[in-house]
C-alpha cells in the first residue's frame, strides 16, 4: 500500500463529497475530465513513489552545504526536479496563455500533496517557483513575463518569495530593505533577507527572487511595500543570463526539519549594484503578496495534512505487522503477540491521527475547490461571497493542521515506539518537517489574529453566518441518517457555541481584551470546521451503506463514519471548553506581565 | 539568569512547599541540612553550566560512532563525566555503608536535573550507571558488590538496564534471552537487548549490564525471568579486569533526540560465553527491577520537566529581549517595536510552559520525597500507605510532564519562530531530546493501563481516596484565602469529576471496554494532581503576599497565583471533557477495527 497518499480517499473527496467534477464543464478547465485527473494522479504517485520517496531520508542527512558562498545540495535533488519538470508540473496551475497546463487549482494541490507527502524538502522548491512565478504572471509587464515565466514554468529557473528581514520576522511593517530608481525601468535594491527558503541552490543557473522593498518616501509600514522581482544573474533584454546581480548568500540555518530545503539569509546589494524590476504599482507590494495568501496559505496547511498521512499510512502499516503483547483480556503468556493493532490504545492513536489527516485533507481541498470556484465565477456578487467564504477559512486551514497534523504525527512516532524514534523510519523526519508549519506564512498566533481580529470582525460575523448556515444544512441533511444522530445533534451545539463565542467577543469593545485568546478561537473555531466535514463525510458514509458493497467498500465507508464518531466524541468537547474560556473574556493571559516569567 | 534551574522556584517547592527541612531530622540524613544543600546545589549548578551545558549542541551533533565494533562518542563526554564523578555525584544517593554519601533522593532528583536541563544526553549515562549501582546494592552479594560497586560509585565503570529485546519492546514476557548454569555461581548469557542507552561507549573501560534472563524450564511470562550482572569486560576475583566477555555491540541507533547518548543493540554470547552473575533469586528479575521503577519513572518524569524547563526559561529570556511588531491597540508603524513578551499569545505561551513546567516540578519533588519518607519511616504500616501513594503517582508523574512538558517544547520553539526552528538556539534540541520520554519506561498507554488497570483497580480505589482527601485538604486549606476562591471551587469540581468517572469505570465489569480509555483518563487524572499542586503553590503565594515583600518576591509570588489561575482556566476544562469521555464509556476506539485503517 502507498505510504503517501491514499487514492481511494482521495477519489471519495473529490468525487463523492465535494463533487470536483462540476468544474470540469467550465471553459478555463474543459481540457479536464476525471479521467485525465486521474491518469495525472497516476503520474505524479508513480513519479513521486518512484523518485521523491527514495531521496527523502538522503536530503534529510546531507543538509545543504556552504561552499564559496554557494549553496549546495546533493544532486539527486536536481535528478528529482528535472523529472518533475518533464512532466509538465511546473506548469500545471498556470493559463494556457502563459505556456501552462491551466488544470484546475485542486489537481495542483493533489498532486502537489503526493510530493509533498514523499519529500517535502524537495518538493519546496517546486512549490516556492510556481509561487513566484504566480506573482510574475499577475503583477509582472509582457516584457518580463515575455523572458522569464517560459524559464520557471520549464523548471530551469527557480523562484523564492523574499519577504521576512532579521529584525521583522512576522512583522512585514518593519521590513527596511530599499529600492531607488536605478534608472531604465530598473531598481537598485539593498538589504538583508531572511529565512529565503530556496534562496540559493546549486539546481538551476538562475533565480528568480520576489522581493519586498521599499521606495524612498513612501508610507511608512506595510503600505510603503513594493514588489520587486530580483534575479540572481542579470537578465539580458533577449532572455539569456548576464552577470551576477550581487546577490550574496550570507549563510546557510540549520533546521530541525525540512533539511533538503536550503534557508538563506541573502545580502542585496553588498559588492555591487543589485538590479530589479518592479512587479505592480509602487506601494502595493503587500496587496500583491496578499493575491497569493490564500494559496499559499492552502498550501502550507496542505503541506502540514501531507506530513500527518505519510506518518499515519506509516503507522497504521507498521500496527497491522507489528506482533507485541497481548490483549488486555488474554494475559497467558504462552499465547502468541498480536499485531499491535489490537490494542485499543494503538487503534486510539490511529483513529487520532486519520480523523486529523482526513479531516483537514478534506478542508484543503474545499478551499481549493473555492480557488478554482472564484476562477471561473463570472458574477461579481458571487465571486465577492466566494472570497470572503475563502479569506475566512484561509486561517483555519493554514493554522489548525499545522497543530493538529503535528499531532499526528506525533502518534505515528508513539505507535513505532522506539523504532520510531529512530531514523529507520521516516514517521520522526515527518514530524521534524511538520513542525515548521505552525511558524511560516503567519505563525498560530498570527493566523488567530487575522481570524478573529479581521475576517470576523470586518463584516462584523457575516461571512461567518454564511458558513455556519453551510454547516447546519449540512446537519439537516444528515437528519435522515439514524446512525448520525450523536454527532450531528453535538457539531449543532458547537455551531451553537461558536455563534454564541462570536457575538460575545464582538461585543467587547475592548480590542485588547476581545482578541486575548484569539489562538483558541481559531483551534476551536478548526474543530467546528472539521466537524463538519466530518458530519458531511458521514452523511455519505451512511447513505452508500445502505447499498450492497464488497468487503473492502463497506469497510471504507464504516471507517469513515467511526473516524466522524471519534472526533465527535474524542474532539468537540474540547472545543466547547475553549470556547467557554473565549466568551469568559477570559485575561488570565492578558493581565500576566513580564515579571511572571522572571 | 540561568537557563538551567530557577532556585528561587526550587527553593520554594523543597522549603515552603514540601518542606523537606524535616528530612534532615532523620537519622539517614543527619548530615544534612539547607545550607549543605545549597552549596550542593551551587557546585551542581556551577559545573552544569560550566562543562555540561556548553557541550549539548556538539554531543547532538556529533553522534556516536561504530567503529570496529565498538562505540566512539566525542571525547568531552568523558570530561564532563569524569567532572561529575570528582564531585562525588555518582555517590550522591547511595548508602554510606557502601560508599556513598547517603544524601536524600530529592537532593539527588534535584542535582540530577540541573545536569539533566544542560545536557540529558551527557547525564544519562550517570543516572543509567547509578540505577544499574542502585540494583546491585539492593540485591547484589556482597562479594559482588564489594568487587564491583566502589568502581561504579566513583564513575569508573558505568552500567546499563537490559530489558527490551527486538522482539519485546513494551512486552517484557517475551524476553528470550537464556541464562544457564556455567558452574562456579555463573551463568552463560545468550541473547539479544535492543535499546540499549549507553550498552557500549569509549569511555569506560569496563560497562556492568543488569540483565533479564530467562533460566531454563522457569515459568513463562515474566514470573520466569532472573536479574544477571553482565560485564563488558570479566572481573577477576581480586576487582581487576579480565577477558572480554563476549559482548557484541551489533549496532549503534540514530535517533530523533538523545543523540549524545549511544543506543545500541548487544548480542550476548556471541563468538564466545558470556558469563553473568544472578542478582536476588532466581525467577525474581522483574520484581528487582520492579524495586527501580519508582525512582527510575520519577527520573523520566523529571528529565521530561528539564527539557521544558530549559526550553522555558530560554524562551522566556528570548521574549523579553526580542523585539518585533506592536501591540493589538497600537497599529502606528512608526511607533517602536515592542519586545515580543508584550504580545498576549506570547504570553500565552510562556504561561502554558510554565504551569506545565512548575506543575510539573513540584510533583516530581513530592514524589522524590515520598521515596525520602519512605526509606526513613519506621512504621510498617505508614510505609504501606507511602508506597501505596508513590505507587499511584507513579504512572502520573511518569507521563504526565512527557506529555504536557513536550508540548511546552513545542510552545518555546513558537516563541523564537523561525530561529527556533534552527539549531542557533537550543529549543529544537530540547524538543527532540523530550520526545523520547514519552517512550521509554514504559509508554503513556503503558501508564494508563498500569494506573487504571492496576494502581486503582488493586485496592478498588483506597488509595486514590487517600490521595483525593489529601488534595481536599490542601482545598480547605485555601478557603481562606479570597483570591483562590475560583481555583478553589473548580479544582473542588474537577476532583469530584475523578471521583465519579473512577466509580464509574470500576463498577464496568468488562476489562476491555474499562480500559478503553486509560491513557485518557491517565492524563485528566494528572491534570486534577497538577492542580492540586498549583492550589497548594498559588495559596502559600496568596499567604506571603499578604506581608511586606521586595519587588522582585512580590513578581515572583504573584506569577505563582497567574499560574495558577492560567491552569484553572485553560487546563482544567480540558480535563473535565477528558473525565466525562472516560465516563461514558466510550467504546469510539475499542469499537474500531484494523479495517478502519485500510
Excluded at 521606495?215 to 551576477?244: C, R, Y
Aim: net charge negative; proline share 4%.
Amino acid at each position: 500500500m502507498s505510504q503517501i497518499v491514499n487514492r481511494r480517499d482521495l477519489d471519495f473527496v473529490m468525487y463523492e463529497m465535494l463533487h470536483v467534477e462540476r468544474l470540469f464543464s467550465a471553459k478555463r478547465y474543459s481540457a479536464y475530465d476525471r479521467e485525465a485527473v486521474t491518469q495525472i494522479f497516476d503520474t505524479a504517485q508513480a513519479m513521486a513513489e518512484e523518485i521523491f520517496q527514495p531521496i527523502a531520508a538522503l536530503v534529510d542527512a546531507q543538509e545543504p552545504d556552504f561552499v564559496k558562498g554557494k549553496a549546495i545540495v546533493p544532486p539527486q535533488t536536481a535528478q528529482a526536479l528535472h523529472a518533475f519538470a518533464d512532466a509538465g508540473f511546473f506548469a500545471l496551475p498556470f493559463d494556457e496563455e502563459a505556456g501552462g497546463l491551466q488544470a484546475p487549482w485542486f489537481v495542483h494541490t493533489a498532486v502537489g500533496g503526493m510530493f509533498t507527502a514523499a519529500n517535502t524538502s524537495v518538493t519546496n522548491y517546486a512549490f516556492l517557483t510556481i509561487a513566484a512565478a504566480n506573482l510574475l504572471f499577475e503583477f509582472g509587464s509582457e516584457e518580463l513575463k515575455k523572458r522569464v515565466l517560459p524559464r520557471m514554468l520549464a523548471g530551469e529557473w527557480f523562484g523564492t518569495m523574499c519577504l521576512s528581514e532579521p529584525q521583522a520576522g512576522s512583522s512585514l511593517a518593519d521590513i527596511r530593505t530599499t529600492a531607488t530608481d536605478a534608472g531604465d525601468g530598473l531598481y537598485s535594491i539593498r538589504g538583508s533577507k531572511m529565512w529565503i527558503s530556496g534562496g540559493d541552490q546549486d539546481i538551476t543557473d538562475n533565480i528568480i527572487h520576489m522581493v519586498l522593498a521599499r521606495l524612498p518616501g513612501g508610507p511608512p509600514g506595510t503600505k510603503g511595500l513594493s514588489l520587486f522581482m530580483v534575479p540572481k544573474q542579470q537578465i539580458n533584454d533577449d532572455g539569456s543570463m548576464g552577470a551576477s546581480n550581487n546577490v550574496r548568500l550570507a549563510g546557510l540555518n540549520h533546521k530541525l526539519g525540512q533539511r533538503g530545503t536550503t534557508n538563506c539569509l541573502l545580502n542585496f546589494g553588498e559588492g555591487g549594484a543589485t538590479l530589479g524590476y518592479m512587479i505592480g504599482e509602487p506601494n502595493s507590494g503587500i496587496e500583491c503578496m496578499f493575491h497569493m495568501m490564500n494559496e499559499a496559505r492552502i498550501g502550507v496547511g496542505h503541506a502540514s495534512v501531507m506530513a500527518a498521512l505519510a506518518g499515519y499510512l506509516h503507522s497504521a502499516d507498521y500496527a497491522r505487522n507489528r506482533l507485541q503483547g497481548r490483549r488486555v483480556d488474554q494475559r497467558d503468556p504462552n499465547s502468541p503477540q498480536v499485531p499491535i493493532v489490537e490494542h485499543v490504545d494503538v487503534r486510539r492513536m490511529l483513529m487520532a491521527q486519520k480523523s486529523a489527516v482526513e479531516g483537514a485533507q478534506a478542508l484543503c481541498f474545499y478551499c481549493a475547490m473555492l480557488v478554482d470556484q472564484l476562477t471561473v465565477e463570472p458574477n461579481a456578487g458571487r465571486r465577492a461571497d466566494l472570497t470572503s467564504l475563502l479569506g475566512l477559512l484561509t486561517p483555519v486551514v493554514k493554522a489548525w493542521p499545522s497543530e493538529h497534523c503535528l499531532e499526528a504525527n506525533k502518534w505515528a512516532i508513539q505507535i513505532l515506539g522506539g523504532y520510531g524514534y529512530t531514523n529507520d523510519h521516516p514517521v520522526e523526519r515527518l514530524y521534524r518537517d511538520n513542525r515548521l508549519n505552525h511558524i511560516h506564512e503567519g505563525t498560530f498566533g498570527i493566523q488567530g489574529l487575522d481570524l478573529l481580529g479581521r475576517k470576523v470582525t470586518a463584516d462584523d460575523g457575516v461571512t461567518l453566518n454564511r458558513l455556519t448556515a453551510i454547516i447546519r444544512a449540512t446537519i439537516s441533511e444528515a437528519a435522515n441518517e439514524p446512525l448520525l444522530t450523536e454527532d450531528r445533534v453535538d457539531l449543532t451545539k458547537l455551531v451553537d457555541a461558536l455563534e454564541f463565542t462570536t457575538e460575545t467577543l464582538l461585543g467587547c469593545k475592548d480590542v485588547a481584551l476581545r482578541t486575548a485568546n484569539a489562538t483558541i478561537y481559531l483551534d476551536a473555531f478548526g474543530h467546528v470546521v472539521i466537524g463538519w466535514l466530518w458530519l458531511w463525510q458521514a452523511r455519505i458514509a451512511a447513505q452508500a451503506l445502505s447499498n450492497p458493497l464488497s468487503d473492502g467498500e463497506r469497510a471504507f465507508y464504516e471507517g469513515k463514519l467511526r473516524a466522524c464518531r471519534y472526533f465527535t466524541r474524542h474532539q468537540l468537547p474540547l472545543a466547547h471548553a475553549r470556547f467557554d474560556l473565549c466568551a469568559s473574556l477570559d485575561d488570565s493571559c492578558l493581565s500576566s506581565c513580564e515579571a511572571d516569567f522572571g
